[in-house]
């Protein structure tokens, strides 16, 4: 189905194409640089499509250079002069077709989006298709945003910007509207949280270098914030998100750009401990975007803290109630998702709402069978109302999901049915069991000290004040079930 803006296509200028280009066709272009980890699968998944494959490599040392040359690719060398634009316009220069996809090494496109490529590289070249780019992570989730992937191979048309490089801006000179397509890209190159920090700080140098406070450019300076909060700069975060939001009109001019200003300054004030003043940036930022979910958990967060529980649980039903909706920023609708299905029955719970927090759980695991810690949560919730029996069910269910990576929450709520069963001999076999998995955890050993009264963990490394402290927080977790 075709999912069309307001400004659609209908009404962009027709793009002239040089008579040497051959209709229907399409040229992926690229630009390398060691990433001989990922590109043969990206270029495997794409070729189906491709009728010509170029790639820019701008001093890989890996042999990315020989993975593009046997998949068919025309490898272009290039010096690395710290601009993507200027590396991408290069693979431009050799694109012979009548459209263009970009990509990026760590892209991967599926069987479902080659199939639409086939058939839109045959559309009149007189817009820009604009995809859905899915960020995968590890866990199952990640952000997704609708971005400008494939466009008419028009002289004109060429990328701007030294860093998160755009292409758009010049397709909208020649009249080009973006025309958003249910197709996905996948992309897997946040998944290391360490890799993405030391991304930021480079990215940070080079916009800093390009940014103009006196033609201040809303796009550029809230990227720059971002980097810091990924970087764990609150400070300078939080002074540019506020020079963001300074900008004259931008809040009518570009209100999905305000709306992230407004949530990066919601989420430092979470931090902060400031809920009252998270709160009143976080709706600012619904007002400005109300598809936002990310920004409805912050404030479900907000008001959870602050006490106003009800707002909370009525932000976390909208999000629950929610569908993806991509738009000009980056949203992680799956890790929403999960977080409501989350929070909602324990605040339920803290309210003795056990009804509720019940179908709630339920509910969370029917949506989300694949995900240990939602079993894990229904198991507590199930644990308060005394169903024990689908209870345990549901603590064995979030072992055997967690593979390698078991919670010790598990094997508390497996515990404590153990002990209301009477099975005491049980519990000290488990306990036993997990010793060599969790043994150097604050956590097991609280629960060893106060569960079964085995006075031997009390330990220089945690003396019985922090052992205590920890069991206060077990008995919160499980909401006085022990």
Known sequence: MTKRNASGPMNAAKCVLSPSVAAGTLSICMIVKNEAGFLERCLESVRPAADQIVVVDTGSNDGSDEI??????????????????????????????????????????????????????????????????????????????????????????????????????????????????????????????????????????????????????????????????????????????????????????????????????????????????????????????????????????????????????????????????PGQIGVDFRAAKIKASLRLPRILTDLKRLDEAVAESRAAVERHPDRGEIALMAGKVLLVKGELIEAIRLFEKSVALAGNRPSMDSYIGLCCIYKKAGRMETVQQTLDATGRLFDGHVRYRAFRRYFINDMAMVTESFPEAKLAEEWATIERDFFGSL
């Not at 991408?88 to 050799?94: A, E, G, H, K, V």
């Not at 077709?97 to 070249?125: N, Y």
């Not at 290391?192 to 450019?217: F, H, S, W």
Request: hydrophobic share 45%; with cysteine; net charge neutral.
């Open 68 to 325: 593009a040359r046997s998949h068919g690719a025309e490898l272009v060398r290039a010096d690395w002069k710290n601009d993507f634009a200027l590396a991408r316009n290069l693979s431009l220069d050799r694109a012979k077709c009548a459209w263009v996809l970009w990509l990026d090494a760590d892209d991967v496109v599926p069987a479902a989006t080659v199939e639409k490529l086939k058939a839109l590289k045959h559309e009149p070249p007189d817009r820009v298709f604009g995809f859905t780019v899915r960020n995968e992570r590890p866990d199952g989730t990640g952000t997704e945003f609708v971005q400008a992937r494939m466009f008419p191979n028009h002289p004109a048309i060429r990328f701007e910007r030294k860093v998160h490089e755009q292409m758009m801006p010049s397709a909208l000179k020649l009249g080009l509207a973006l025309d958003g397509r249910d197709a996905v890209i996948e992309h897997h190159g946040y998944a290391d949280p360490k890799t993405l920090k030391v991304k930021a700080q480079r990215n940070i140098a080079l916009m800093l270098n390009d940014y103009y406070p006196a033609t201040p450019d809303p796009v550029t300076a809230v990227e720059i914030a971002d980097s810091y909060q990924l970087m764990e700069g609150w400070d300078k975060a939080e002074m540019w998100y506020s020079a963001v939001l300074a900008i004259a009109k931008i809040r009518t001019t570009q209100p999905a750009i305000a709306s992230q200003a407004c949530m990066g300054l919601g989420s430092i004030a979470n931090r902060q401990h400031k809920y009252g003043i998270a709160v009143r940036h976080l709706e600012e930022a619904l007002k400005l975007a109300p598809w936002r979910v990310d920004g409805l958990y912050l404030l479900a967060v907000s008001c959870d803290c602050a006490g106003s529980r009800e707002k909370a649980i009525d932000c976390l039903r909208r999000i629950l109630d929610a569908k993806a909706a």
